[in-house]
């Protein structure tokens, strides 16, 4: 049986002045906030507690981040609005719970996650898709990887798409998580778990991204912050269409394998995909090439305006010239004896990944994906 949901409600609104008004903050929230957006946008509204989170680290969401917020929330609270990029979100969405604390042991099933108050949630980036999932991503210190909770105590209540809090986005952070949402679509298409319904969001969304990065490389480098800018909303909603998708058909092998470099060399989330991305593609096109990456192979030549077999040296090329410069393990300063320890990592803690393959994923298939992306 395959299965299809969308619990969020989404709502599309145009500036942060209609957010404050349509869902009325009150004393009784817990905001969790980047700073930025927050004291930007929101500074004058009364809401109950604000944790803005660059207190808290200045990177990917950790359980000691959590365990450290947990410890400032003193007042109760009837609700929680997360107002952020993905290290908000899969922090907000823990607060939901009755309990979450050990966090380690929330993550390993001791206890169950059950809901407790509503969750409001406001992405500020364009690619986690978070908003639209039931998972939270941890970074556990003491495990040296990421894990994830997948319960559906964790889906938010509302999603709300405000594209004005996008403005300010710096290119560096519309980069690593539109590629994000990028690898999101193509991951969750060639999921064995994908649906028809589920893979139409996939291909739309991977087609949203493309067209954008192309109108950026078309606007020549003096003119990519507009471009980007005039693009960003159309961003926003793909990524959150791809949400919908892998939050349904799931991520694979491109997440589970960056997860140890995430982790270990704290490289952002986005740009870790894209170091394992062409890699794990071009592994799925040897061993079956003949199956469904075909179909997806046609569609994304339509939109690059290219030859079928050459889609995946075209998003390279696109992404490296305009977006993000792919960088090689070795330049993330990774020592080759390390592959053989991320390669156990990946095998050891992302089985819930790897079940979404495209092809089944071997100890030999992905150090030898890991040592190809060496130097
Ligand atoms: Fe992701």
């Known amino acids: 049986m395959k299965t299809f949901q969308v619990i969020p409600k ?10 404050i008004e349509k869902f009325s903050l009150s004393p009784e929230d817990l905001v969790i906030a980047s700073p930025s957006i927050w004291n930007r946008y929101f500074q004058k509204v009364q809401a109950g507690q604000v944790i803005l989170i660059r207190k808290y680290g200045s990177g990917e969401p950790t359980d000691e981040m959590v365990e450290s917020i947990k410890k400032d929330v003193t007042k109760p609270y009837k609700r929680v609005v997360a107002i952020g990029g993905g290290t908000v979100i899969d922090v ?15 993550f390993d099933h001791v206890f169950p996650a059950v809901k407790k108050v509503p969750l409001v949630i406001v992405p500020t980036t364009c690619g986690t898709g978070s908003e639209m999932t039931n998972i939270s991503i941890l970074e556990f210190k003491s495990r040296h990887t990421k894990f994830g909770l997948a319960d559906d105590a964790l889906y938010a209540d509302d999603a709300v798409l405000v594209p004005q809090l996008l403005e300010s986005l710096p290119f560096s952070v519309f980069a690593t998580s539109s590629i994000d949402a990028l690898v999101h679509s193509l991951e969750s298409y060639l999921s064995p778990k994908a649906t028809d319904i589920s893979e139409t969001l996939s291909l739309q969304a991977a087609k949203m991204i493309l067209t954008a990065y192309k109108k950026i490389q078309d606007a020549g480098k003096e003119k990519k912050m507009e471009a980007m800018r005039a693009e960003v909303g159309k961003v926003l909603t793909a990524s959150a269409m791809a949400g919908i998708a892998f939050g349904n058909a799931g991520c694979g092998t491109v997440h589970a394998m960056s997860y140890p470099l995430g982790a270990v060399y704290h490289v952002p989330h986005g740009e870790a995909n894209y170091a394992m991305f062409t890699g794990v593609f071009k592994t799925y096109m040897k061993y079956l090439p003949d199956g469904k990456i075909k179909i997806l192979n046609e569609e994304l030549a339509k939109i690059l305006d290219c030859e079928k077999s050459d889609v995946y040296i075209k998003i390279e090329e696109l992404l490296n010239e305009n977006i ?33 393959s495209y092809i089944p994923m071997t100890e030999e298939r992905i150090l030898s994906i890991y040592e190809s992306l060496y130097d």
């Open 92 to 106: 907000a969405k823990l607060f939901c719970l009755e309990k979450f604390i050990p966090v380690g042991d929330l």
């Open 10 to 19: 989404i709502s599309m609104l145009d500036t942060a002045e209609e957010f």
């Open 324 to 356: 993000l410069c792919k960088k090689s393990l070795k330049e993330y300063g990774l020592r080759r004896e390390e592959l053989l320890v991320f390669t156990h990592s990946v095998l050891a803690n992302q089985q819930r990944l790897l079940g979404n």
